[in-house]
């Protein structure tokens, strides 16, 4: 069946520096491959999307790249802040099927 | 208005109750679809309306009954639920239906609990 892991659970990281974060999935080819940021108690805002013919995209210091060879998404988070704390879901398309990861719980050191 | 609304915010029923979550898009957007997701865990998807029409039920017990009276509104029926339904339940619509091709904005949410 199809499986995504996010690294870890949580992941702490000091402020300023770029925080990596990472997607992975096994017996599934995804067409589309997106990055939510979730709060506490809230629903998630969609960040980022990237599509199976893409390795890369941005959006002012946020950076997806998608490896369908390794079926890895790696999302970065340059000169990371306080703010950006939070929890970051991927989430896997194609076809008739959508799948969300559990998350990385991301806290900003100041 | 990019918004997605979801009333009630917080909703406590007991396991013989009838009652209804409502959602609400003003985007013109064509997809809309229910999650649920349980502390911890990854949203998991229930229900997807496309265009009005019911397009992917996953295997969803009938204990909850979506309807799309129209293309802005999005009810989930609940009729008969478990203590182990208790969960954050999402509401979210994109401007197509297509497996993430267009994001997807999600409402704040109905926290249900069943006693």
Redesign the interface.
Known sequence: SQK?EQNSEALNIQEGKTATLTCNYTNYS?????W?RQDP??????LL?I?ENEKEKRKERLKVTFDTTLKQSLFHITASQPADSATY?C?????????????TRLHILP | DTE?TQTPKHLVMGMTNKKSLKCEQHMGHRAMYWYKQKA??????MF?YSYEKL??NESVPSRFSPECPNSSLLNLHLHALQPEDSA?Y?C?SSQEAA???????????T?LTVT
């Open positions: 995504i995804p067409a589309y491959l997106q939510y108690g809230r629903g998630p805002v969609f999307l599509r879901l989430a896997l398309g194609r076809d008739d099927k959508i799948i969300f990861g559990k998350g | 997605v911890k865990k990854p949203p998991e998807l997807v397009s992917i954050l999402l979210a497996s993430l091709s267009y994001e997807q904005y999600f409402g704040p949410g926290r």
